[in-house]
Nanobody, 121 residues
């Protein structure tokens, strides 16, 4: 079982950037990692995922060209680089993982506690 901890959220102006981190308790190379978000009054939505073989899958079109995911297995960390942020990106952001050795199409079993991102002037 892997434990996940997000960090890096905060307040940013429209057009700005943030980098979120997802730290895994270990053996990151065994897990695909996805990022999700939940805005106030809305359902949680999947954003994108990175496979164990470093392939990115986008779950929504709205972040393509603006959000990039990367993994660094040696330090058990996945980053979500968010550029050109918009007010509609405001949400609590979560990283999650399916069971080990499964890919981005699997259900997610392990979740972090979330980090708040607010995009506002």
């Amino acid at each position: 079982q892997v434990q996940l901890v997000e960090s890096g959220g905060g307040l940013v102006q429209p057009g700005g950037s943030l980098r979120l981190s997802c730290a895994a308790s270990g053996y990151l190379n065994r897990y695909a990692i996805g990022w999700f978000r939940q805005a106030p009054g809305k359902e949680r939505e999947g954003i994108l995922c990175i496979s164990r073989s470093d392939v990115t899958t986008y779950y929504v079109d709205s972040v393509k060209g603006r959000f990039t995911i990367s993994r660094h297995n040696a330090i058990n960390t996945v980053y979500l680089q968010m550029d050109s942020l918009k007010p509609e990106d405001t949400a609590v952001y979560y990283c999650a993982a399916p069971r080990q050795f499964r890919d981005c199409s699997a259900s997610y079993d392990y979740w972090g506690q979330g980090t708040q991102v607010t995009v506002s002037s």
